[in-house]
């Protein structure tokens, strides 16, 4: 059988519902942000007021507190959870939204209320503008797939656009390449050889420019000029993201992006967008673990809940967490 019968007598799928992929989405983030809030700001004063001054008195208190080492660390891994559920879910509304112009005014009116606990949170002050919240990127996204179908799928273009397909191909490799560096400051050949930034825009257009042209050769006008309007649409609201430095940023337009467009394969589109997030962020990879709910997932909406509730548990629970950490003389306060 493909389903039980519920009290009501309607018959219903077997699997998880959307519902309870958005909670299992904010327990996640919870659990992220509460390390994030709390435990590594206590951890912060806690190697400041030990006085740590060698690289050998920093390696023996972090090895002899584990609790306070270990754990947010691990908290984070499981935080990451959260990211491409949300990415997920964004895109499964998108596809099923009566209304794009009123999905996105939600998410931007949301990220406009969700600023201030955001930057209490993170930055410890009331106005912080080097870093904004991850609203801001799920309404950039947002807008990246409804440019890539209303310039792409949805409108007649002359054949000739299909010529932009290897500018188009550059940029987005370049754009890529930029993510892969700013994502991984600290990797060892970044120490050692200091990459700067322009190599690895230079190696991922030539790299992307390879791979679409041989996987495009047999295309027709109309297939490469989509491409030209995912691969502008990406570039463009990925970089803004990077200007606005949105949490995620421009990695997070990327996975949104890569979601949608293999959408119809729902496990492999969630696949691939956890691929794109590990790839430009090592930390990312627990994330593959939400496959196995996503797998799951029966494609029903679920237990119906005001939708603002879930809006609203970001900034609130936030804005809480700071409070609590506050209280607890764990984090300071500024205007900016």
């Known amino acids: 059988m493909d389903g039980i019968m519920t009290m009501s007598g309607v018959e219903a799928r077997r699997g998880i519902n959307g519902t309870t992929l958005k909670i299992i989405a904010l327990v996640a983030m919870f659990i992220d942000h509460f390390a994030a809030v709390i435990l590594e700001n206590k951890q912060a004063l806690l190697m400041n007021a030990a006085h740590l001054d060698s690289l050998d008195e920093q390696v023996a208190w972090v090895t002899s507190h584990p609790m306070w080492t270990f754990g947010p660390i691990i908290l984070r891994l499981i935080g990451r959870f959260g990211f491409p559920l949300f990415v997920y879910l964004l895109v499964e509304g998108y596809t099923h939204t009566r209304s794009v112009k009123k999905y996105a ?151 949104i992006a890569v979601m949608y467009i293999f959408r119809s394969q729902k496990a492999k589109a969630f696949a691939f967008g956890c691929t794109v997030l590990t790839i430009l962020n090592l930390s990312e990879v627990t994330a593959f673990f939400m496959l196995i709910p996503v797998r799951k997932y029966n494609g029903e909406r679920g237990p119906k809940i005001n939708k603002y509730i879930f809006y609203a548990f970001y900034p609130v629970h936030i804005g809480l967490l700071y409070l609590v950490a506050y209280a607890l003389g764990v984090v300071g306060f500024a205007i900016k």
């Open 105 to 255: 005014l939600n998410l931007a009116a949301f990220a406009a209320i969700s600023e201030i606990p955001f930057d209490l949170g993170f930055k410890n002050k009331l106005f912080y503008p080097g870093y904004q919240n991850v609203f801001f990127t799920l309404l950039l996204g947002l807008l990246c797939i409804w440019a890539m179908d209303e310039f792409g799928a949805k409108r007649e273009w002359n054949k000739k656009v299909a010529m932009l397909f290897i500018p188009s191909t550059i940029v987005l490799g370049a754009f890529i390449g930029y993510l892969f560096s700013v994502n991984n400051p600290g990797m060892i050949i970044n120490e050692v050889m200091k990459i700067p930034v322009y190599v690895y825009c230079a190696v991922g257009a030539l790299v992307t420019f390879i791979v679409w042209t041989l996987l495009g050769r047999g295309w027709d006008s109309t297939r490469r000029i989509n491409f030209v309007a995912a691969a502008v649409s990406i570039s463009v609201f990925g970089m803004i993201a990077e200007f606005l430095k949105t949490d995620y940023s421009g990695m997070g337009v990327l996975t």
